[in-house]
């Protein structure tokens, strides 16, 4: 048996894996150009691809470790319930408790949509259908995973503009972080305590002593990272808009109890395609309700580097 090393592109494919990858593309742009004009064929598409933007987008989104997550029915409405007034008392054997007077805060989420429109020319659209199809699923998870995670830093940045909840300095103390770790944790009702940033801010953490080298090798390798000081960190990607904008700020990094708020989606993605008639070109829609509400902002602390540009 030949002990030479099988040979791999640079995404660790063997040759006969692209040349089946290759013929798959083939048939794929051949039903498209064969089908295309048939307007059940087109819907049958986007309805696949809708399916496939949300399972990725599902899969890739990181929002579920930084705010308690809801994912509901359409028609159903997200609530925050809490009841407070119920008191505990000592007493002798054979003594009166006193009553309490239960008081329930109900407060609904906001409800907005978050979606997407692409209109492109149908002869580029398929002329090579199969990568343009993946580039529309890919660039669509990746828009809508970031407008999830700007919604989150956007309505905390609200709720948390300065103050007691905030610090402002040239680079990130450990004694700073520790602080704000354990102020959090005392606040929450036992949710589970996150760092989460960019790589600009999340990366200052290696310099800190406690962190040993098996903590920093998950750092460089998952992303999603193991523990500091009991909480979880994590490193959001640095997306970018159409015009090369970050969507998240590269000097501020956040410590929450996934309890400060709520997030929510309502259904699937719903979705729609069409041909104009009056001219060549395709439109795909695609939509999604989601709802974000800060109820504790005491349940949250932002750190923000004045030695990095935003």
Do not use: C
Not at 185 to 195: F, K, L, P, Q
Not at 205 to 228: C, H, P
């Amino acid at each position: 048996m030949s002990t030479l090393k099988k040979m791999v592109d640079s995404f660790g494919r063997s040759p006969e894996e692209n040349r089946d990858r290759q013929e798959l593309k083939d048939r794929a742009n051949a039903e498209a150009k064969e089908h295309w004009e048939n307007p059940t064929w087109r819907r049958e598409f986007a309805a696949a691809l809708t399916e496939s933007i949300l399972l990725g987008f599902e899969y890739d989104t990181l929002i579920d470790r930084m705010v308690d997550t809801e994912r509901l029915g359409f028609d159903d409405r997200s609530l925050v319930r809490e009841t407070n007034g119920l008191k505990a008392y000592y007493m002798a054997r054979g003594g009166y408790i006193e009553a309490s007077q239960l008081s329930t805060d109900i407060t609904e989420l906001p409800r907005d949509m978050i979606g997407v429109h692409v209109s492109e020319f149908e002869d580029k659209f398929l002329t090579n259908f199969a990568d343009s199809a993946q580039a529309l699923r890919d660039l669509s998870i990746r828009r809508m995973d970031a407008e999830v995670n700007r919604r989150v830093v956007s309505v905390l940045n609200a709720a948390i503009p300065s103050g007691a909840y905030y610090s402002s300095a040239a680079g990130i103390t450990e004694a700073t972080l520790k602080g704000f770790i354990s102020a959090v944790r005392d606040e929450t009702n036992g949710s589970d305590v996150t760092i989460f940033g960019r790589s600009t801010m999340v990366d200052q953490l290696l310099d800190f002593d406690t962190f040993n080298d098996e903590i920093r090798g998950e750092i460089n390798d998952k992303g999603v990272l193991g523990k500091y000081r009991g909480a979880t960190v994590v490193t959001l990607t640095n997306y970018k808009d159409e015009d090369g904008n970050s969507y998240i700020p590269a000097n501020e990094m956040w410590v929450v109890a996934k309890d400060f708020g709520k997030f929510a989606f309502y259904g699937g993605l719903k979705s729609k395609e069409f041909t104009e008639q009056d001219n060549w070109y395709w439109h795909y829609l695609a939509r999604r309700d989601t709802g974000m509400l800060v109820h504790h902002p005491e349940r949250a602390r932002r750190i923000v580097d004045t030695s990095i540009t935003a």
